[in-house]
């Protein structure tokens, strides 16, 4: 929800007839969860479709588990994020255990200073790796190598507050944030690219998130681009789109000693002139999977966030001509090429969306 | 449909409720073009749920146009082929009048040889290439120069029936044909890979053909496998799918002259032993392609159609490896490889539906 919307808009954009918001918009502010007011300048003639205000009081708590960094946020209906903290995560030999009590030290942190009277009514959050739908286990994140851990039975637990917590991909999630609020709206069938360390992908395909058979859709950081000599990737295989356009390939390409790592040492690769083949290089590799996306999915945008967002701001020449060269003409000729406008909140984002999600699920059960 | 089917069982298939079937059915006997019947085996008491049963005396005429083969068929509803004409076609220098006066041709001996009293109630087409939804124009077909060609409009003028042609890409058209009456029954997300001379690929997500913004989408022969040193693809570029595993591929790698074609051809390399080497290098650039389709869909199943079927059959081990390589195992472990059921008539079989929709979408139209 995008802030206050009449109950005509809100019926269209949910895609449900009159009658049933009337139903919800009544349960939702007897929950205390939306105010219904009449718009500004009714003169009190005829029948106006009463506003429907998302109430200041309620507020969900997103995270945002990345490769190098952890986040957690207060976030008020429509997508303000109130409050937030952040630290920087060491990236290797991290434990589930560490991890969920360090959330959760934020998630209590920020409760503690969220305004009397204010309530948490919902938990969500995005994880750097592949996520099962309903139960928020992390089946495989090869960055932090986790394989079946009970990411969102834990992280709830150690919380305490007795809300489940949703989770899903950091991609996924930052798609559906495009979708909703950023570079994607309006634009149904898109492509969102997502540079963490490593590179994950969210596909929406007619409005809705690709999940495939058992929702581990859009897996598109280990899609092999380079298949005789590819860089070896942290799934085990060689030449995967992360392998080829990921942190260590631009870091390494620009021939950075192994310790280097982290956003500000990407951001340093690429606005370094003497680094401008390493870019070109990787921006190739860049250019190879999106094309081969475009052909696959023949999107009306692609969409690049996190650290993808500074190097397609740099490396769109090569981007551009390798779809040029490898997509079809008929597949490419609606793709727009567009920078995350929500930048590194976008997965923060997608979080809290999925937390409201769970709650105006069933607004009564919080 | 696949025959006769109770009208609850339509309507749970339909994914519509009772009143509306009753609505349909009732439009649709009125029509003659279904029957509803009492169930066999009925004693009368009780309210059984009507049999609802194609009417014998209806059927579409299917077209289809691949790279070296014309076929049409007299299609009854619910798939039975009824009748058939089929002749080779030159690959060089066919354009749209020869293609359509040919299949006009075929069409008009098939009506002429239909029983008495029977009807012709609508007309689809298979195309080996990529079609703009709606008006059946072609808008680009590699193999056989086709651009921006209005085959739908002009197949309809000259069979002069008063009926228009509806018309899809032939992999399309195979994927949804596997999916009603194949190897995909029952599986939602699913990829049909089907080669022609040329691989196409129909993927469904969710249940619906993945068709993007303008309903180019699915168009793996063009994923580029091969970005180093990959064999030229008749788009223009190098390294496509298509141009690693398609026939020219595979006969190439096979040391055959130039001269030598079609799907005899094919076969013969697939069942010479000395050809071993060759057919191991097809499968594996086509399981390198499959492992990036399963990490982009997880889908239920891959299904190998057309030419790529007895491919498949020959070079499984060398798809099974390149897939345990390369896709991740969260996004494999519920897909299933199957070959076509349908074999060569599932995108004959995916044109008649097509014949058939055009009619259930508006069965007093015609």
Chains 1, 2 share one sequence.
Not at 172 to 201: Q, S
Request: charged share 20%.
């Amino acid at each position: 929800m995008a802030g206050p919307l009449s109950r005509a808009a809100l019926a269209e954009r949910m895609g449900v007839n009159r009658s049933t918001i009337l139903a919800l918009t009544a349960e939702l502010a007897g929950a205390g969860l939306v105010r219904e007011e009449l718009p500004a300048g009714t003169t009190g003639a005829g029948r106006p479709s009463l506003m429907v205000r998302p109430s200041p009081g309620f507020f969900v708590l997103a995270f945002d588990v990345a490769v190098d960094r952890l986040s957690a946020a207060r976030v008020g209906l429509g997508g303000p994020i109130l409050d937030r903290r952040s630290a920087p995560r060491s990236r290797a030999g991290v434990d589930l255990d560490t991890v969920v009590a360090r959330l959760a030290a934020m998630g209590r942190d920020l409760l503690d200073a969220a305004p009397p009277g204010t309530v948490c009514a919902g938990l969500g959050a995005s994880y750097c790796g592949m996520v099962r739908p309903g139960d928020g286990t992390v089946r495989y994140g090869p960055q932090m190598g986790w394989v079946d851990q009970a990411f969102g039975t834990e992280l709830a637990k150690a919380l305490g507050i007795g809300l489940p917590v949703a989770v899903g991909n950091e991609a996924h999630l930052g798609a559906l944030a495009e979708h909703e609020r950023g570079a994607g709206v309006g634009v149904d069938d898109l492509i969102y690219l997502h540079g963490d360390v490593g590179v994950g992908g969210g596909i929406l395909v007619g409005g809705k998130l690709l999940g495939g058979e058992s929702g581990y859709g859009c897996e598109v950081g280990h899609m092999l681009v380079n298949p005789v000599d590819g860089r070896p990737c942290l799934c085990g295989s060689r030449g995967c789109l992360e392998a080829e356009t990921g942190e260590y390939a631009l870091l390494a390409a620009a021939g950075r000693p192994p310790g280097e790592a982290g956003r500000d040492a990407v951001r340093a690769v690429l606005t370094d002139p003497s680094a401008g083949a390493a870019v070109a290089e990787i921006g190739d590799w860049l250019g190879i999977g999106v094309a081969n996306l475009i052909n696959l999915f023949n999107p009306g945008a692609v969409i690049f966030g996190g650290m993808l967002r500074d190097v397609y701001a740099v490396a769109a020449p090569q981007v551009a001509a390798r779809i040029a060269q490898h997509a079809v003409p008929v597949s490419r000729e609606r793709a727009s090429l567009r920078l995350s406008a929500l930048a590194d909140d976008a997965t923060l984002l997608g979080a809290a969306d999925l937390g409201f999600a769970t709650l105006l699920a069933d607004p009564l059960a919080a």
